[in-house]
Every structure is written in structure tokens, then in C-alpha cells.
């Protein structure tokens, strides 16, 4: 009713100019904004889950109810600018018509396929268009939100250029970035709740890019806006005909060139441009469409002649040159970027080459490294040649940074040129204008990572390029070896993140080098990091070295890192990844040491406080000597304590040797305060999976054949049916409700695998006879009334 073409009709501005029609105006506009609002819970909730066919008809559907009230805002003036209108001292007629069109415009944002409003793009654009060219949206808050909009448009992997570096905790960063003001729309619950789709301006998560990001917290209408106008236009750019595109490129080049060196309709131009232009270059991989290409790089000259310093302006220029090659096809591409390296080579100013350096290596990375190879080697060494006559320590950064990305897309074609990259990076670390910027030792850090994957296989311990990469990490070691306060926080970080890199690099790019047992150490010391970002690269790392080789010695004693880098994790993916590792682990090291991941898991499932008096103990279990191929020969970070040395390799363990293994493990466990109950479900479930995991070797589960002289020496299975039985006995029993189930499946489990095992002591008994007792038990508080259907139902499984 409220959406209906009726209704628009009704909608009739004019009342607002007599005596008292400004309130009803208002009230008509607010009350159709808030069906427009719930429209948009419709489109976030049915609309995403519906298969394609269904979402095809509903977005047919939803399309024409929205195409009244987007034809009565284009039909009044005073609706397309509320900033314009005559409103009384109350604003409550400006503040109804931003409302209604901020909504209007966030449901075709919203919407999945710009091809379902095809109709009205000529009408959307004009009205998204309005911010390239009134001053309505260039002061106050609105400025601040297309600011930081800006930034969240542009490539995070130049975020190290400024001008918000990264490296601080991501809760102070997302607090940063957000500019905000009372009084302005918040944002829904339902775009905080539903799981992440894809569609245009959306962030990961499924909360809206014009949200608070981390801290939801109100906006001004003005800056709402303006935010939604300029996301609005990138996916109508990539749907409309190439005539059009051309005409909005026209549009963005004459706001450019009218504008001041400072004002920020250029930011609301590189905005809404790099939205459109980066949703263009994913359409145009198969069609190229050099017309508009070369209106893309006449804009990015624009800009880039704007820009006076700024690092988002610069960022921003290289980016629409960047998609300005994308767009066109591969000739096109080459030659835009040999006018962009010349121009760099040709001119004098520190800024603009910095630009046009980031721009070059934008370019490599957008087109791809095959389409590009060809120009490789005259933009490499046109950017040594310029960094060799180079004084700026600043031009210097963005010389190392542009060098990386061409390294990243060229892959093997950038191996000539390896060594000179490697030489320029540590001319850098021996200059001291150079070494003392800030930023320049973290970027040479990751120019030495980029160097080993580039090389890969061809990687040798001892060569050149693997010594002198090692010695640009050790600088990093060095950085973080300093006093805190000495260096600034994000450095310190930035440094620390390289050190992890590069046993990641070589982990997966060069795993010739160095052996993997050698990075196990610090990457688990890694895990206690505050920066989630240095915890996720070392639990990457981690699960690959698991995976890779799952069974070296260096994998002893690790459970118990793993479990309390679990307990203490709060980033869903990082906490999977330990999950992943520690189930990769126990697959393969479950069949020769079950009693060690049974005494491991045990101590956090009944864990029921912390055990300060074992801290001691544990202390001296996990003191030992320094792996001689840790990180401190290798170019890493030794941490002061590793894990103790594993058994010689081929020696068999004595069955004393297994239980003192439980024990250490126990008592290494003990020093863990009470994990939470995610932590100890999770190691149940480990439990749950020992029996299976040990295979199907008969001495795991018939004592009289793991008895005999000649196997009595194995670590087997059922030696530790005790254990197995009290932990499935008191999980079953305990104060825990979640445990019990997961206790009643583990006796079912222990049945199944061992209801045939005799007991040789007692000829023609059984071997589960002697627990017979908790069996019962266990079963009978499963049974009782009042217990939960879950729990019942767990039950049914021994009962049976």
C-alpha cells in the first residue's frame, strides 16, 4: 500500500510550501521510508535465500515497487537536493526527503543484479550524479563519511602508504576510520545478524559498507547519503551501455578539473570512480572496451594532478589507472603503462613519482602477471635506475612497495631480477635517512618475503639471495628486540608480522631450504600475540606444516600450546585453524601415542580449576635447549623457552615412557585455568575420535595380543581403557550439561570397539566386565526423569 503507484501520486510536495503542509508532507515521506526500510529486511532475508530462479521473479516484483516512489523524487526538485529546500526552522521537510531517498537508494543497493532495474539506471544516475557536482555533500560530516569511504574503496595492501597506516589492534583502527555524527540513521539489526551475501556495497559479514563497520554508531543523513549515492553509481556504471559510461567519465573529468587542489568533490569523484571502475574491470575481462579505458586514464591524470600530496588522492589515481588497464584490452595496458614509467623517469617531483611508481605496480597486479610479462623488465629497471638517483627516504617507500607488487603478479618472470631487488633493499637498510623513516624497515621486510616467493623451488640454502634475505628479517628481529616506546607500536608490529611471514613464505614457497621443525617453535609462541593478524598468519602456517608433515619429531609436545592458544582465542577463523591443526595431529600421531592425546585432552575436559602448585613443573618439563634450526639460525625469532627434545628417531617407547608422556602432559594442561566450555567440547570430541583414529590394528583394542613380548612395548589403545571409561564415566555424570552427551557416546563408542576384547586374566570373561559398574551408571542418569532429550537420546546408544 505504501510503495504503490497510487500512493506515490498522493505524494504532493506542493502542500509543504502552505501554512502548516510542511508536517503533513513530512509524516507522508516518513511513513513511506519506513516501508522502504522493511523492504529492505525482505531483500537482506527471503530475497538472498531464494535459489535463482525465484530470486529472479522476486527481484521482478520488488523493482516495480519501487519504481513509484523513485519516479515522484526525480519528478520534484526539492526531493532530489533536500539540502535545497525550503524548510522550516524545524528541517523536518529536508529531513523526510534525505530519509526517503537514503532508503530508496539503499534498497537498489541492496538489490543482487543491476540488470533488474535496467529501466530505471538513466533515473538513478542522475540522482547519484548530484554529488559530483553540488557543493551540498563537501563540508562537515558528509565530507568525513566520503573520506572514509574512500578509504575503504581503495586497495588494502597499499595501506601501508598512508594515510591511516594498519598495525594497530583492528578495534582502533575500525574506531579510526568510522566519522560519524548524531541524529542519523543506525544500522539495522538484521544487517549486524545475517550471514554474508554478495552484492554491492557489502562488507565480509554481511554488514553494509555504509555501517559503522566494528562499532555501529549513527550517522548524519547528509553523510549517509552521500555514501550511498557514490556506491550506488559503481554498479550502475558496470550495467549501462558504454555511451553512458563514457558520459559519466565526462562528468567525473570536468568535476575534477573545475575543482580546487583541496576540495573534496575529487574524493567523491575517486569514490564513486573506483566503485565503478573496479565493478567494469570484472565484466570486461572477456570484452574490452579501450573507449572507455582511455577515458578511466585521462581521469586518473586528473586526480593525480589534484592530489598535492595526499596519500588517498595518490592511491586513488594509481587505482583508476590501474583499472583504466583492466578495462582495456592487453595492448592498450602496455601502453598506458610504458607513458606511466616514462612519466615517472621524466619527472622531478618526489610526490608525483611516488604516485606513478604505485601506479605502475598497480597496473601489473590489476592486468596480470602473463598479460604484463613483456614490460617486466623496462619497469624494473626504470624504477632501480629512478631509485638509485633518488634522495627522498619517502619516494624510496613507495619504490619498494611498487617493486612487490610487480614481484607478486609476474611470479617467475621476476627472477632476473631478484638479486638487484635484493641488493636495492639492503641499500636501503644502510642508508640512514632511509633506515629512519618510519615504515621503511617493515616495507623492505616484505620485499624480502616477496623475494623468496618469487624465486620458490629455485631457492638454495646459502646462496646470495637466501643469505641476504635473511639478514633483512634478522633487522626485523632487531626492531622487535627494542625497548617498547623506543619504536612506534605500529612498526614494532609491522616487523613482528614480517618475521612470521617469512617462515611462511618459506614454508610454502621454499620448503627446501629450511625444515619445517624449524619454524614450529616460534609459530607456536606466535599464538599468544594481541594482533589477530600475526595469530592468523601463524596459524596458517601451522596448519600446513601439519598437514605437510604431520609425524616429525618437532610435533611433540605441542597439544598443549595448541589447546591454551584455543581457549584463549576469540577470532572464529584463527580458532578453526588450531582446531584443524590439532585434528590433523591426532589423525596421525593417534595410532602410535594414543595415551599421549588421551592424557592431553582429559586434563581440559575435566579440568575444573586452575592448579597453580603444577606451574612450576610445567615450567621445568617445557625448559629445554634451543632447536638448532629454529628461527635464530634460520633469520627468525627464537623465543627463550621450546619444547623439550623428542625421543630419538626408531626408538620404541617402553610402556614407563608412555605414562610418564600422560603425566607431562597432565601436568602441562594443569597450568591452564579453567578452559571455556567451547575448549572442552572440542576436546571431547578428540576423545570421541581416539578410537577411530587409532586404525584397526588388533593390539589397539585385545589386551592378551598388546601383552605379548612382542608388543608389549608399543603406547596401545587398550592399556588405557580405564582412562577411557572414567572420562566417559564423568563427563557423563558431571555438572556439565553439554559434556554428558558427548560422555554417554564415548561408553557407546568403547563398546562397540571393545565388546569382544577377553579379559586373559579371567578365561571367558570379558574385558569391559570390570567396568561394568560405570557402564550402568552412567546409563542410568541417562534414563532418569527429567533428563534432557539430547542426553535421552545419547543414552539410547549403550542402552541398546
Wanted: aromatic share 4%.
Amino acid at each position: 500500500v505504501a510503495l504503490a503507484p497510487a500512493s506515490a501520486a498522493d505524494l504532493d510536495i506542493r502542500k509543504y510550501l502552505q501554512a502548516g503542509g510542511e508536517e503533513e508532507v513530512a509524516l507522508e515521506m516518513w511513513w513511506r521510508a519506513a516501508a522502504l526500510d522493511a523492504l529492505q529486511a525482505y531483500i537482506a532475508g527471503p530475497l538472498a535465500t531464494a535459489d535463482s530462479e525465484e530470486q529472479t521473479r522476486l527481484q521482478r516484483t520488488l523493482v516495480q515497487l519501487l519504481a513509484p516512489t523513485l519516479d515522484a523524487i526525480s519528478a520534484h526538485a526539492a526531493l532530489q537536493d533536500p539540502s535545497k529546500s525550503r524548510s522550516s526552522a524545524s528541517g523536518a521537510f529536508s529531513a523526510a526527503a534525505a530519509v526517503i531517498q537514503l532508503r530508496l537508494l539503499e534498497a537498489y543497493l541492496a538489490l543482487p543484479s543491476c540488470a533488474a532495474y535496467s529501466n530505471q539506471h538513466e533515473a538513478l544516475t542522475k540522482l547519484c550524479s548530484r554529488s559530483l557536482r553540488t557543493s551540498a555533500f563537501t563540508t562537515g560530516s558528509a565530507a568525513a563519511t566520503a573520506n572514509a569511504a574512500l578509504l575503504r574503496g581503495l586497495e588494502a595492501q597499499d595501506a601501508v602508504l598512508g594515510p591511516l597506516l594498519p598495525g594497530r589492534d583492528p578495534l582502533e583502527d575500525a574506531l579510526t576510520a568510522f566519522a560519524g555524527a548524531p541524529g542519523g540513521p543506525i544500522m539495522h539489526a538484521w544487517e549486524a545478524g545475517l550471514p554474508p551475501r554478495s552484492g554491492p556495497g557489502l562488507q565480509p559479514g554481511g554488514v553494509r559498507s555504509s555501517g559503522a563497520g566494528t562499532f555501529p554508531q549513527p550517522r548524519s543523513l547528509s553523510g549517509a547519503l552521500l555514501e550511498t549515492q557514490l556506491l550506488l553509481l559503481g554498479p550502475i556504471m558496470a550495467a549501462i551501455s558504454e555511451a553512458n559510461q563514457l558520459q559519466i567519465l565526462l562528468v567525473m573529468k570536468s568535476a575534477v578539473a573545475e575543482a580546487a587542489a583541496d576540495s573534496p568533490v575529487i574524493v567523491n569523484v575517486c569514490c564513486a570512480a573506483l566503485a565503478g571502475l573496479s565493478a567494469l574491470a570484472i565484466k570486461h575481462r572477456n570484452v574490452d572496451s579501450n573507449k572507455v579505458a582511455q577515458a578511466a586514464a585521462e581521469l586518473g591524470n586528473l586526480v593525480l594532478g589534484q592530489s598535492d600530496g595526499s596519500p588517498a588522492l595518490q592511491r586513488s589515481a594509481a587505482e583508476i589507472l590501474a583499472a583504466a588497464a583492466a578495462v582495456g584490452d592487453s595492448t592498450f595496458a602496455q601502453a598506458l603503462l610504458r607513458r606511466v614509467v616514462e612519466a615517472m623517469a621524466g619527472t622531478a617531483s618526489p610526490i608525483r613519482r611516488s604516485a606513478l611508481a604505485l601506479a605502475a605496480g598497480a597496473i601489473h597486479r590489476a592486468k596480470g602477471g602473463m598479460a604484463m610479462r613483456a614490460a617486466v623488465g623496462f619497469t624494473v629497471d626504470t624504477m632501480l635506475a629512478v631509485a638509485a638517483s633518488a634522495s627522498n627516504a619517502s619516494l624510496h617507500k613507495w619504490l619498494a612497495h611498487s617493486l612487490l607488487l610487480i614481484a607478486n603478479a609476474a611470479g617467475l618472470s621476476y627472477v632476473p631480477y631478484v638479486q638487484a631487488t635484493l641488493d636495492y633493499a639492503l641499500q636501503l637498510l644502510m642508508t640512514e635517512a632511509d633506515y629512519a623513516l618510519f615504515g621503511m624497515r617493515p616495507a623492505v621486510g616484505r620485499l624480502a618475503n616477496g623475494m623468496i616467493a618469487a624465486l620458490g623451488p629455485e631457492l638454495r640454502k646459502g646462496s646470495p639471495p637466501y643469505n641476504q634475505c635473511r639478514a633483512i628479517i634478522r633487522e626485523m628481529q632487531h626492531l622487535e628486540g627494542l625497548a617498547r616506546g623506543v619504536q612506534p607500536a605500529q612498526e614494532l608490529v609491522a616487523a613482528e608480522m614480517e618475521t612470521v611471514l617469512y617462515a611462511q613464505m618459506l614454508a610454502l614457497f621454499a620448503p627446501q631450504t629450511v625444515k619445517g621443525a624449524s619454524h614450529v617453535t616460534p609459530l607456536l609462541a606466535t599464538l599468544s600475540s594481541r594482533q589477530p593478524a600475526l595469530r592468523r598468519a601463524a596459524a596458517d602456517t601451522l596448519r600446513h606444516l601439519a598437514e605437510r608433515d604431520p609425524e616429525a619429531d618437532s610435533w611433540q609436545h605441542v597439544e598443549a600450546p595448541l589447546f591454551r592458544a584455543l581457549d584463549a582465542e576469540n577470532v572464529s577463523a584463527i580458532a578453526a585453524q588450531i582446531r584443524a591443526t590439532l585434528c590433523t595431529l591426532l589423525q596421525a600421531s593417534a595410532a602410535k601415542q594414543p595415551s599421549r592425546w588421551l592424557a592431553a585432552c582429559s586434563a581440559i575436559v575435566l579440568a575444573s580449576g586452575p592448579a597453580a602448585s603444577s606451574t612450576a613443573e610445567q615450567g621445568d618439563e617445557a625448559r629445554g635447549d634451543q632447536d638448532e634450526e629454529g628461527w635464530d639460525e634460520e633469520g627468525g625469532a627464537a623465543p627463550a623457552t621450546a619444547a623439550p627434545p623428542p625421543p630419538p628417531a626408531g626408538a620404541s617407547m617402553r610402556k614407563s615412557d608412555s605414562l610418564r608422556t600422560g603425566r607431562d602432559a597432565s601436568l602441562r594442561m594443569a597450568a591452564m585455568s579453567t578452559p571455556r566450555l567451547r575448549t572442552r567440547l572440542f576436546a571431547a570430541q578428540c576423545i570421541l575420535e581416539l578410537p577411530h583414529d587409532v586404525g584397526t590394528d588388533p593390539r589397539h583394542f585385545e589386551l592378551d595380543v598388546s601383552e605379548t613380548p612382542r608388543t608389549q612395548s608399543g603406547d596401545w589403545l587398550v592399556q588405557k581403557l580405564q582412562g577411557l571409561v572414567e572420562v566417559g564415566f564423568k563427563m557423563a555424570t558431571g555438572t556439565a550439561e553439554a559434556l554428558r552427551p558427548m560422555g554417554l557416546a564415548l561408553q557407546s563408542a568403547l563398546i562397540a570397539k571393545f565388546a569382544k576384547a577377553a579379559d586373559p586374566l579371567q578365561p571367558g570373561a570379558r574385558l569391559l566386565e570390570q567396568y561394568q559398574a560405570q557402564l550402568v551408571s552412567s546409563l542410568r542418569t541417562a534414563l532418569q526423569s527429567g533428563a534432557a532429550p539430547n542426553l535421552a537420546a545419547a543414552g539410547a546408544g549403550p542402552g541398546g
